[in-house]
């Protein structure tokens, strides 16, 4: 059994150069890979094209890379809550491809799977049809999308065993187990590692063979994007 533990988000991402190409897990700031993300901007590599479901926000999560003129491009399907981004993509400063959220999960989909493009019904006849092909199947018209080309896909998990089978936990599980299957090469931070045979095969979302080197990360923030609370009826006490 091959063991595929690095030490820590330094040695992970230490051959990620300038104008690579990440997948970076997540749903909003959920499941987000925090230590890799950290280390990528200590690092300061650039050029980045980067596809993940969301932007992050200003001072966390892809942000952190945006604020720092990282990013070439951002590929994704929700940016509504970074300013910074925003900022960038009116200026002409960054490119962005907005893409439908179950585009962009079955495009990571089929490179996991080794197909090198899907059709949509998502898009057709708007502007994301622009300069696509479209095929018509039994009389509904389809959209021809490519499979991604990551160099890197990075991920973070709840659990995760020495050869690199992970457990994800609830929102997740969106996009990390897909991009996990995407990736030339694929790392994934866990918040426990254990040795091989302590975690549940039934239980296990992404088996080992897909993940390349695997680290416990540390001082997770875990961030709520929107906290919203019900506010209290006085009358009720």
Request: proline residues 3%; negative net charge.
């Amino acid at each position: 059994m091959i063991n595929k533990v690095v030490a820590n988000a330094n040695e992970a991402v230490a051959d990620i150069t300038d104008g690579k190409t990440l997948m970076l897990g997540g749903f909003g700031l959920c499941g987000i890979p925090e230590n890799c993300i950290a280390a990528l901007v200590e690092k300061g590599v650039k050029e980045l094209t980067c596809i993940s479901n969301n932007a992050g926000v200003d001072d966390f999560g892809i942000g952190l890379m945006l604020k720092q003129r990282q990013v070439k491009k951002m590929i994704s399907s929700y940016v509504g809550e970074n300013a910074e981004f925003e900022r960038q993509l009116l200026s002409g400063e960054l490119e962005v491809e907005l893409i439908p959220q179950g585009t962009l999960a079955t495009r990571c989909l089929a490179a996991g799977y080794g197909m090198p493009a899907i059709f949509t019904p998502a898009g057709v006849g708007t502007e994301v049809a622009e300069g696509k092909e479209t095929r018509n199947f039994n009389g509904k018209d389809y959209l021809m999308e490519y499979a991604f080309d990551a160099d890197f896909a990075i991920v973070k998990a709840w659990k995760g065993d020495t050869a690199g089978n992970l457990i994800f936990r609830s929102t997740s599980r969106n996009f990390n187990p897909v991009m996990a299957m995407a990736g030339r090469i694929t790392i994934a931070e866990v918040e426990e590692l254990v040795e091989v045979g302590q975690l549940d095969p039934d239980h296990i979302h992404t088996p080992g063979v897909y993940v390349h080197r695997i680290f416990q990360g540390e001082a997770y923030e875990k961030r709520i994007e929107q906290r919203t609370v019900r506010k209290l009826d006085d009358t009720k006490m």
